[in-house]
């Protein structure tokens, strides 16, 4: 499978705990975003790397939230301290870059804070 | 910031019949819209997107049309199948400095009745 991978798939952790997640682009593609997806909502912008510098990052995105892009290629999101309220499908997409505009997404990881 | 409005919310139609899903964004710098279509359970698969050099755009059964004095686009789905069901999400991108972040809206649950 050539497209954008995500792991682990499912997450459930308690209030208080640390989470880690990780997307793998695709492998061409220079630009990498993070996306939050809470139930009957559209996906929300959190953060965008361009190789491995991080361009931009929402107001979504509390002190408790990191994200790194290490040597450009894979990136990992982690949530400190979770709260329920971080309950939500965390979707990495990829782009090419240059012009290319199109992103593709990964299948997500559900995190559920209990 | 964009702020990007999508109706209806859900849509029913017989097979066979048209549809349409509308939307509108704020941002009038944002130049790029493109269109998700998620079924239950799986990730936004990219299936038509729109620039903003370009009033229309057709693939097969699917059309997306632009009009940038309104700020409004639509997506137009046509001799529509069972399989088109699932949740159909607009967006749109290309705002000032944050060239590549997507802003989506809600999302239009379509059932295509057999």
């Known amino acids: 499978d050539t497209g954008v991978s995500q792991n682990p798939r499912h997450k459930i952790t308690k209030r208080g705990q640390n989470v880690t997640f990780r997307c793998d682009p695709i492998s061409e593609h220079n630009r990498l975003y993070w996306y939050r997806q809470t139930l009957g909502q559209g996906p929300e912008f959190l953060t965008y790397?361009?190789?491995?510098?991080?361009?931009?990052k929402s107001r979504l995105l509390s002190d408790r939230f990191s994200a790194e892009r290490p040597k450009g290629s894979f990136s990992t999101l982690e949530i400190q301290r979770t709260e329920q309220g971080d309950s939500a499908m965390y979707l990495c997409?990829?782009?090419?870059?240059?012009?290319?505009?199109?992103?593709?997404f990964g299948p997500g990881t559900r995190l559920t804070v209990t | 910031g964009e702020n990007v409005e999508q109706h209806p919310s859900t849509l029913s139609v017989q097979e066979g019949d048209s549809a349409v899903i509308k939307c509108t964004y704020s941002?009038?710098?944002?130049?790029?819209f493109p269109w998700y279509k998620q079924e239950l359970g799986k990730r936004p698969q990219l299936i038509i997107d729109?620039?903003?050099?370009?009033g229309e755009k057709k693939d097969q059964r699917i059309a997306v049309t632009l009009n940038k004095t309104a700020k409004h686009f639509s997506l137009h789905i046509t001799e529509t199948q069972p399989e088109d069901s699932a949740v159909y999400f607009c967006a749109a991108g290309g705002s000032g400095g944050s060239n590549y972040k997507l802003t989506f809206g809600k999302g239009t649950l379509l059932t295509v009745n057999p």
């Open positions: 790397f361009q190789n491995e510098a991080q361009l931009e």
């Open positions: 729109i620039r903003s050099n370009v």
């Open positions: 941002d009038s710098a944002s130049n790029y």
């Open positions: 997409a990829s782009s090419l870059g240059g012009t290319a505009r199109e992103q593709y």
